[in-house]
T-cell receptor
Framework: EPEVTQTPSHQVTQMGQEVILRCVPISNHLYFYWYRQILGQKVEFLVSFYNNEISEKSEIFDDQFSVERPDGSNFTLKIRSTKLEDSAMYFC?????????????FGQGTRLTVV | SQQGEEDPQALSIQEGENATMNCSYKTSINNLQWYRQNSGRGLVHLIL?????REKHSGRLRVTLDTSKKSSSLLITASRAADTASYFCATESGGATNKLIFGTGTLLAVQP
């Protein structure tokens, strides 16, 4: 069964450092998303990406965040200068197409710890 | 309440019993989905119910949707210890992106 893969599974970084979280979505999917989940809290939408551009972003997704799909397969989330409060699980998701029957496929997540 | 709030927050039952989790939401939706999350792991899609459907079954799962009350329930019948996980509802409201808005989750513990 096709799956979304994320690397690394766990990243520890110093406050103020840049991190790049990587995702390989399912190959024929068209819509890509990043979500985050602070420990013990709800899953929060960060950004959606379609046709090589951001289609929607939440208020969490400020200037410190950026996304790219540099080579048509990998989908990355970059945090320029990490803060302690960026510590969370970050999930990548993809769906095949828009519509009422679409389900999202999630990766296993990257646990980001900012120290 | 926020879009997608589940109750109870935590539920502990014995193996073999049924588990019912509820979800309420605020805005109109295209569909509502339920996901499962094992501790520290990713989200696994369980079932999707469209806004014009009232009930859906998949194996031991039964989902209902009441759009007039903006609520949904997930029933797991004959629960097993392996069903222990967090369960989240997520609503998709259309727009340009099909983004999902997740609820707060129910932590289900099934005691063997």
């Amino acid at each position: 069964e096709p799956e979304v893969t994320q690397t690394p599974s766990h990243q520890v970084t110093q406050m103020g450092q840049e991190v790049i979280l990587r995702c390989v979505p399912i190959s024929n999917h068209l819509y890509f998303y990043w979500y985050r989940q602070i420990l013990g809290q709800k899953v929060e939408f960060l950004v959606s990406f379609y046709n090589n551009e951001i289609s929607e972003k939440s208020e969490i997704f400020d200037d410190q965040f950026s996304v790219e799909r540099p080579d048509g397969s990998n989908f990355t989330l970059k945090i320029r200068s990490t803060k302690l409060e960026d510590s969370a699980m970050y999930f990548c998701a993809s769906i095949a197409r828009r519509g009422a029957r679409t389900e999202a496929f999630f990766g296993q997540g990257t646990r980001l710890t900012v120290v | 309440s926020q879009q997608g709030e589940e109750d109870p927050q935590a539920l502990s039952i014995q193996e073999g019993e049924n588990a019912t989790m509820n979800c309420s939401y605020k805005t109109s939706i295209n569909n509502l989905q339920w996901y499962r999350q094992n501790s520290g792991r990713g989200l696994v899609h369980l079932i999707l119910i469209r806004s014009n459907e009232r009930e859906k079954h998949s194996g031991r799962l039964r989902v209902t949707l009441d759009t007039s009350k903006k609520s949904s329930s997930l029933l797991i019948t004959a629960s097993r210890a392996a069903d222990t996980a967090s369960y989240f509802c997520a609503t998709e409201s259309g727009g340009a992106t099909n983004k999902l808005i997740f609820g707060t989750g129910t932590l289900l513990a099934v005691q063997p």
